[in-house]
């Protein structure tokens, strides 16, 4: 086991805190080594004074096998595991004292206390790099049949003319294959030993990038692949979708690139919009002032439950049957506040909209103005019609 350089300052720490009492000759920690089928051997860790040249061992050493009074062992005992020894010696003609011994023996417990914490964090380091193997692994396995899904669908596209019926159909296939491969690019990173962290980290939720067409990101290029998506699943579902009936200026003005996680956000909303709202009840998604309205036309969610189901893991009584994690509201948030947005619940979606139905679920995403064109006046009724 590799001991961190924070437990061993705090031995030395330790040791270093007897060298007030004259009485005391010499301090010396071991640490146990397990062998299989064999009793545990000790290794030494540190020694006090440091500078009174290395001790041998103890299997080394046939006079520690002796008793003397003079020589006290305190063992590091955790959780019923012997974890280690100190070793305390004091000159002959001195006396133990109650004092000393408390303080000893209180030394020893931290010891302990904080070896079981190195056991513990080195188990963890070994399954998190098990774990971060395993990730590669498949991440590798991964990429091969993602590759071969698009080259198929690429000659595919090739043999449909620019006209043909299923042509948008194979070209949302190749955008969610190109979708997957940037999450399984984020689990990639996931599993490198150089993971960003702290404050300085660009991106702690490692969150696939959304590549941008054209000069600039917009929400307008940000929905429709997934009103697209949205559209084929309602057609599948035999439910009634409600698409934006036009797009407002607003959509059409540059983003920041970290504004690209907004898709994740409408992405998420959709998926439990169609996953829990019942079977033949309308949804859609409408365009408000620097909002986004994800709505279905289902159950209101209950009031005690209505800011429940934003915390993480938490779900709403209607969905316990049914399989997820409780993660997606509670990302949509933090991402929608990380942008200094906000994600709010309504169960009248005809008060943001008139022409929604009175009673269901309407999750509304507010997003701030762009700054590529802050608001200076009475904001402008210009549309493009879809």
Same mark, same amino acid.
């Given at each position: 086991?590799?001991?961190?350089?924070?437990?061993?300052?705090?031995?030395?720490?330790?040791?270093?805190?007897?060298?007030?009492?004259?009485? /005391?000759?010499?301090?010396?920690?071991?640490?146990? *080594?397990?062998?299989?089928?064999?009793?545990?051997?000790?290794?030494?860790?540190?020694?006090?004074?440091?500078?009174?040249?290395?001790?041998?061992?103890?299997?080394?050493?046939?006079?520690?096998?002796?008793?003397?009074?003079?020589?006290?062992?305190?063992?590091?005992?955790?959780?019923?595991?012997?974890?280690?020894?100190?070793?305390?010696?004091? *000159?002959?003609?001195?006396?133990?004292?109650?004092?000393?011994?408390?303080?000893?023996?209180?030394?020893?417990?931290?010891?302990?206390?904080?070896?079981?914490?190195?056991?513990?964090?080195?188990?963890?380091?070994?399954?998190?790099?098990?774990?971060?193997?395993?990730?590669?692994?498949?991440?590798?396995?991964?990429?091969?049949?993602?590759?071969?899904?698009?080259?198929?669908?690429?000659? /595919? $596209?090739?043999?449909?003319?620019?006209?043909?019926? *299923?042509?948008?159909?194979?070209?949302?296939?190749?955008?969610?294959?190109?979708?997957?491969?940037?999450?399984?690019?984020? $689990?990639?990173?996931?599993?490198?030993?150089?993971?960003?962290?702290?404050?300085?980290? %660009?991106?702690?939720?490692?969150?696939?990038?959304?590549?941008?067409?054209?000069?600039?990101?917009?929400?307008?290029?940000?929905?429709?692949?997934?009103?697209?998506?949205?559209?084929?699943?309602?057609?599948?579902?035999?439910?009634?979708?409600?698409?934006?009936?036009?797009?407002?200026?607003?959509?059409?003005?540059?983003?920041?690139? @970290?504004?690209?996680?907004?898709?994740?956000?409408?992405?998420?909303?959709?998926?439990?919009?169609?996953?829990?709202?019942?079977?033949?009840?309308?949804?859609?998604?409408?365009?408000?002032?620097?909002?986004?309205?994800?709505? @279905?036309?289902?159950?209101?969610? %209950? @009031?005690?439950?209505?800011?429940?189901?934003?915390?993480?893991?938490?779900?709403?009584?209607?969905?316990?049957?049914?399989?997820?994690?409780?993660?997606?509201?509670? /990302?949509?948030?933090?991402?929608?506040?990380?942008?200094?947005?906000?994600?709010?619940?309504?169960?009248?979606?005809?008060?943001?909209?008139?022409?929604? %139905?009175?009673?269901?679920?309407?999750?509304?995403?507010?997003?701030?103005?762009?700054?590529?064109?802050?608001?200076?006046?009475?904001?402008?009724?210009?549309?493009?019609?879809?």
């Amino acid at each position: 086991m590799q001991l961190s350089n924070r437990f061993l300052t705090l031995v030395k720490q330790q040791l270093q805190s007897f060298s007030g009492d004259a009485s /005391l000759e010499r301090l010396v920690v071991y640490i146990a *080594q397990s062998s299989e089928g064999d009793a545990p051997s000790f290794t030494m860790l540190d020694q006090w004074p440091p500078d009174g040249g290395r001790l041998p061992e103890i299997a080394d050493d046939p006079l520690l096998r002796i008793p003397a009074p003079e020589r006290h062992w305190f063992p590091l005992r955790h959780d019923d595991l012997l974890l280690g020894v100190l070793r305390a010696e004091q *000159q002959r003609e001195s006396e133990w004292s109650e004092q000393l011994d408390h303080r000893l023996q209180a030394s020893a417990s931290a010891l302990a206390y904080s070896l079981g914490l190195e056991l513990e964090r080195s188990r963890l380091l070994d399954e998190l790099h098990q774990h971060r193997q395993q990730m590669n692994l498949v991440v590798h396995q991964l990429r091969n049949p993602l590759a071969a899904l698009r080259t198929y669908a690429q000659l /595919l $596209l090739r043999r449909l003319g620019p006209e043909h019926l *299923q042509r948008p159909l194979v070209t949302g296939l190749l955008q969610e294959q190109a979708q997957l491969d940037r999450y399984i690019t984020s $689990l990639d990173l996931i599993g490198q030993e150089n993971l960003p962290h702290g404050p300085e980290a %660009p991106a702690p939720l490692l969150l696939p990038q959304v590549a941008s067409k054209g000069p600039g990101l917009t929400i307008e290029h940000l929905l429709q692949p997934l009103i697209e998506r949205a559209a084929a699943t309602a057609a599948l579902q035999n439910r009634a979708w409600q698409a934006p009936r036009n797009w407002p200026d607003w959509t059409q003005e540059i983003r920041p690139d @970290d504004d690209a996680v907004v898709s994740e956000v409408v992405a998420n909303l959709l998926e439990n919009a169609f996953r829990y709202s019942p079977t033949g009840c309308p949804l859609g998604l409408s365009l408000l002032e620097h909002s986004i309205l994800i709505w @279905d036309g289902g159950p209101p969610i %209950p @009031d005690q439950e209505q800011e429940l189901i934003f915390r993480k893991g938490e779900r709403g009584s209607s969905s316990k049957d049914q399989s997820g994690s409780g993660l997606g509201l509670a /990302l949509a948030r933090l991402l929608a506040e990380e942008r200094g947005g906000a994600l709010v619940l309504s169960t009248n979606p005809n008060q943001l909209d008139p022409s929604l %139905p009175s009673r269901g679920n309407g999750f509304l995403l507010s997003l701030p103005p762009s700054p590529e064109k802050a608001p200076t006046g009475p904001s402008t009724t210009n549309q493009r019609s879809r």
